[in-house]
């Protein structure tokens, strides 16, 4: 179930947008496992399963992601942000494992997974944007 809504101004969506690029990765990691199963990140991020435990060092600031993987973990973090404003963690997770006709199909999770590109990380955050501005 959704929580009361009130839009986002977009103010407020250009806060969370500046939120997810400039926050510190091990912060952005922290909040994703908080939100999410650790499992889901660790997918969105495109870790192996064996990987998973890479998130938890990332997390305190030991090591970090590559670009790509950083990109992916952000991008996550500004879709979560954006769905958290208006539903719980169990929508945003079942929105980000289902299929979403603003990315061909593809569940935005597996998106994330296989995104290469800014475009790739656009089409994502426009999906949640869809989504919430059409529920």
Not at 45 to 64: M, P, R
Not at 72 to 77: D, I, K, P, S, V
Request: glycine share 6%; proline share 1%; aromatic share 10%.
């Amino acid at each position: 179930m959704g929580r009361e809504r009130k839009m986002l101004s977009e103010e407020e969506i250009e806060e969370i947008a500046a939120e997810a690029r400039g926050k510190d990765i091990a912060a952005v990691i922290c909040y994703l496992k908080r939100e999410l199963e650790e499992k889901l990140v660790a997918y969105m991020a495109g870790l192996k399963k064996k990987d998973i435990n890479k998130l938890d060092a990332w997390s305190i600031g030991s090591g970090g992601p590559d670009e790509l993987r950083e990109a992916r973990l952000r991008t996550a973090y500004h879709v979560v942000k954006l769905l958290s404003s208006y539903y719980r963690s169990a929508s945003v997770y079942a929105w980000l494992m289902g299929t979403n006709s603003f990315l061909d199909g593809k569940a935005p999770a597996y998106a994330l997974r296989h995104g290469k590109l800014e475009k790739d990380f656009e089409s994502a955050v426009n999906a949640a944007k869809s989504f919430i501005w059409t529920s």
